[in-house]
């Protein structure tokens, strides 16, 4: 369980990566990120609930790590997209993309925060 609690960590915090860089790819080329930005986003939203799920067995069976693993993995990255959510859909409807590029660099950073700290390192 934890190796693939691991494997789904690294592929949220490189989704998150990959999608702030296509963001402002985006952003500079000056035209839309395409189909494929946005079923990222939704795989990178499904790891997130499935990384959740996964955490929450591995507590149960004992596993402790300092609060703020669960912070920076869970919690302020739920926020920040939810704050995006919000923002594409009332704020940026004509580009939608943007608040969740933002999102992305910002979640990009506390998911590699929560990894450090899982792995100790931090």
């Known amino acids: 369980m ?5 494997a789904m960590g690294l592929f949220i915090v490189g989704g998150f990566g990959v999608l702030w860089l ?3 790819t985006t ?7 395409g189909r494929a930005f946005w079923w ?14 996964a955490g929450v067995i591995l507590l149960l069976l004992g596993g402790r ?3 703020l693993h669960y ?15 919000w923002v594409a ?8 993309w943007a608040p969740f590029a933002v999102a992305s660099f910002i979640a990009s950073g506390l998911t590699l925060r929560a990894l450090t700290t ?3 390192i931090g």
């Open 65 to 67: 790590r300092p609060i």
């Open 2 to 6: 934890r190796t693939a609690h691991l």
């Open 40 to 53: 990222l986003v939704a795989a990178v939203q499904v790891a997130l609930i499935a990384q959740l799920v």
């Open 71 to 85: 912070a920076y993995g869970v919690v302020f990255p739920v926020f920040v997209l939810m704050g995006a959510h």
């Open 27 to 33: 952003w500079i080329l000056r035209r839309g990120p």
């Open 118 to 120: 899982g792995l100790g």
């Open 89 to 96: 859909r009332e704020v940026m409807p004509e580009r939608p």
């Open 22 to 24: 296509w963001g402002l």
